[in-house]
């Protein structure tokens, strides 16, 4: 089984930055694909960033590529979401998801998933 933690979620204004951490437990996080996903209040669960095993592929949705940096450390079992030049549109609960699929885009596709991390933005 494996245990994941958000954290980093809070206020900003629009054009800030903020900085996601997902920890994992449990079993070995390098054998993993990880995800992160949001949702916002009355709308559907939207993909935002996806990682390989190792970090060395990254896929993104067209809403926050440029802006939003997905990345991991699997010596301290965490990936991280960098979010640059948020906008008013962000605000959502973010959360992580692991799984075995590397790049997947569909939260069917993930097995494992954090409670989630409230990120505002104001504008």
């Known amino acids: 089984q494996v245990q994941l933690v958000e954290s980093g979620g809070g206020l900003v204004q629009a054009g800030g930055s903020l900085r996601l951490s997902c920890a994992a437990s449990?079993?070995?996080?390098?054998?993993?694909?990880m995800g992160w996903f949001r949702q916002a209040p009355g709308k559907e669960r939207e993909f935002v960033a996806a990682?390989?095993?190792?970090?060395?592929?990254?896929h993104y949705s067209d809403s926050v590529k440029g802006r939003f940096t997905i990345s991991r450390d699997n010596a301290k079992s965490t990936v991280y979401l960098q979010m640059n030049s948020l906008k008013p549109e962000d605000t959502a609960v973010y959360a992580c998801?692991?799984?075995?699929?590397?790049?997947?885009?569909?939260?069917?596709?993930?097995?494992?998933w954090g409670q989630g991390t409230q990120v505002t933005v104001s504008s």
């Open positions: 990682t390989n095993k190792n970090g060395g592929m990254t």
């Open positions: 449990g079993r070995t996080f390098s054998n993993y694909a």
């Open positions: 998801a692991a799984g075995p699929v590397p790049l997947a885009t569909r939260p069917l596709s993930y097995n494992y």
